[in-house]
């Protein structure tokens, strides 16, 4: 029973493999660009998990214990944590490690390098859109990938609802 307890590596070990891996695995998803992390597809699903079990070693070196298990989530809860306070006080932080947000259609026309560099192409569009219950790219004042991954939408007829005109940009 005091086998499940006791750790075989020092549990600075630990902190540090989860904070190495997680740092790592954020960066490497970074890389990945936003839209695959707001719309996971199946294949994304899949190495997301695969990923998971692929650092687990690397995260405990072999250390199966209850006592490794909660150090690890205690660390991966706090970086989660710290990464969210760094986002929200520095906004060079947040560039880095979220992006920034791309504008993929403005004044009802594609930007097609913009497209082009979220590897984003015009039937995914426009199925993002139809999500959204757009039917017509006519309809759009302008549509921003966002970082977190989602396509948000400004409708001309919202602009002439809200009274906005060319001179104001909304958000």
């Known amino acids: 029973m005091q086998a499940l307890w006791n750790l075989s590596i020092p549990y600075s070990h630990l902190i540090l493999r989860a904070g190495v891996t997680y740092i790592f695995i954020l960066l490497l998803l970074r890389l990945g660009g936003k839209r695959q992390i707001g719309q996971m597809g199946a294949g994304e699903f899949v190495a997301i998990l695969l990923i998971s079990n692929a650092v687990q070693n690397s995260m405990n070196g072999g250390d199966n214990s209850i006592t490794a298990g909660l150090i690890l989530a205690l660390v991966l809860v706090a970086l989660s944590e710290l990464v969210a306070y760094l986002t929200y006080s520095s906004k060079l932080v947040e560039r880095l490690l979220q992006g920034s947000p791309t504008v993929l259609i403005h004044r009802g026309k594609i930007l097609q390098k913009n497209m082009?560099?979220?590897?984003?192409?015009?039937?995914?569009?426009?199925?993002?859109?139809?999500?959204?219950?757009?039917?017509?790219?006519?309809?759009?004042?302008?549509?921003?990938?966002?970082?977190?991954?989602?396509?948000?939408?400004?409708?001309?007829?919202?602009?002439?609802?809200?009274?906005?005109?060319?001179?104001?940009?909304?958000?």
């Not at 017509?136 to 602009?159: N, Q």
Request: cysteine-free.
């Open 116 to 171: 082009e560099r979220e590897f984003l192409n015009v039937h995914e569009l426009k199925t993002i859109l139809r999500k959204q219950g757009i039917h017509h790219l006519g309809e759009i004042y302008e549509a921003i990938l966002e970082s977190d991954g989602s396509v948000s939408v400004t409708k001309f007829s919202e602009l002439d609802d809200s009274g906005l005109n060319s001179h104001t940009h909304p958000l």
